[in-house]
């Protein structure tokens, strides 16, 4: 301290300024403190301007609050009949229903503004979740509520055109859609694109990256659990794999019907395979999109994607022009992208000289990538909806 001032020598030295200059800095400290606290707090009032009830009536809905949104439910159990949590974010203070007892006029509505999460994969579904939508317009024409937006479970070859009635922009009172694969009506203004996600309605669950997912070898060089249809480029897989002895090296469990609920050994096996391969190969099914390349990513295995378009109306739109998969390309997907299955044996020659070292590398991007894609997906979902339902301060 003290000789250090003295040893400044000719400058005339003022033992109080320093102290002074202190004082005011701290003051000026404090008052910023201030500041951010009464700053903090009005942002704190403003957080709450907007309460949203999420009405979870498809499995998708799990992916949304549990996966993307990190919420919690209450009961754990997943049998339960009745199911909520909530949480704040942004301005808004969220909250998530779901059950096979959120029924339409048996359960409270607590908010003014309502997403509603809806499964239109085949008829039967669609008949159910338009009961829902005439149970939702109700209430906004009784005024219960202000705005409706649709989480919507599309349908595989993208027929979805039965929404659109419903939609705002087509004289009905849903405001926002947000729709899975790569539906040719996305235009990134009232109606988006939203990720297919993991199969929780086969329970998959959050997965949390340990150490050991990330640096340990893993035993294969790549995995495929699934069912193999006749004439399709899964067969091609198969008998690629096989050619070359490569199926030695891979972890293969095909089966020749699909089956929507798993054993608890093939729920183990398929969780196993994707812990233990380096590489998850993603042959498309009805569509190109499917629940495995989410659930790789969860285990930090990396997807191997058939990158092509499948039968139906799907990417048929000028926004698509890296359709298929255009959500996961615009976002940076670190994937291996391959056209035909036969490019698969030069691609297991490369693995099979990469090190731990590099591979390690690798699943801590991918697993990065993931985290950052579910925040940014979530991120997105919040201020599209505070946009569209919180009122407009610019007069």
Not at 104 to 114: N, R
Not at 217 to 231: A, D, I
Not at 341 to 346: H, Q, R, V
Request: aromatic share 12%; hydrophobic share 35%; net charge neutral.
């Amino acid at each position: 301290g003290f000789t250090d001032h003295v040893a400044f020598g000719n400058e005339q030295w003022n033992p109080w300024d320093a102290e002074e200059k202190n004082e005011l800095a701290a003051s000026q400290q404090r008052y910023e403190a201030n500041l951010k606290m009464i700053k903090y707090a009005r942002s704190h009032l403003e957080q709450t301007s907007l309460r949203v009830q999420i009405w979870g009536k498809a499995a998708i809905g799990l992916y949304l609050w549990q996966h993307i949104f990190g919420g919690h439910l209450e009961p754990a159990d997943v049998t339960a009949q009745w199911r909520e949590g909530s949480q704040k974010a942004g301005k808004t203070y969220f909250s998530f229903l779901t059950g096979p007892s959120v029924v339409p006029g048996y359960f409270s509505v607590e908010a003014e503004h309502v997403v509603l999460v809806l499964n239109g994969r085949e008829p039967a579904k669609v008949a159910y979740a338009t009961q829902w939508l005439h149970y939702a317009q109700t209430l906004m024409e009784t005024r219960k509520i202000q705005h409706v937006a649709v989480v919507l479970l599309g349908n595989e070859q993208c027929n979805n055109a039965w929404i659109e009635p419903y939609l705002k922009r087509s004289g009905g009172f849903v405001s926002l859609l947000f729709v899975t694969y790569d539906c040719a009506f996305v235009n990134e203004e009232d109606i988006f694109q939203w990720p297919l996600g993991v199969a929780t309605y086969r329970n998959f669950p959050v997965v949390e990256p340990s150490w050991s997912m990330i640096h340990d070898p893993r035993s294969y060089l790549c995995n495929f659990l699934g069912t193999v249809y006749k004439n399709s480029s899964r067969e091609t897989l198969i008998e690629t794999l096989k050619q070359d002895g490569l199926d030695k090296l891979c972890w293969i469990a095909a089966r020749e019907q699909w089956q929507p609920q798993e054993t608890n050994e093939s729920f183990k096996n398929y969780h196993d395979a994707l812990l233990q391969s380096d590489l998850t190969l993603c042959p498309v099914g009805i569509n190109t999109e499917c629940y495995r390349i989410y659930e790789a990513c969860s285990y930090g295995s990396l997807p191997v994607i058939e990158d092509v378009m499948t039968p139906g109306d799907c990417g048929n739109s000028s926004m698509y022009h890296s359709a298929p998969l255009q959500l996961l390309k615009t976002m940076g997907a670190p994937f291996i992208f391959i056209k035909n299955w036969k490019e698969l044996p030069a691609i297991l020659e490369k693995e099979k000289k990469k090190s731990l070292q590099e591979k390690i590398q690798r699943r801590k991007k991918l697993l990065e990538w993931y985290r950052n894609f579910k925040a940014w997906m979530r991120q997105k979902f919040i201020n599209t909806l505070e946009n569209s339902f919180l009122p407009n301060d610019k007069g």
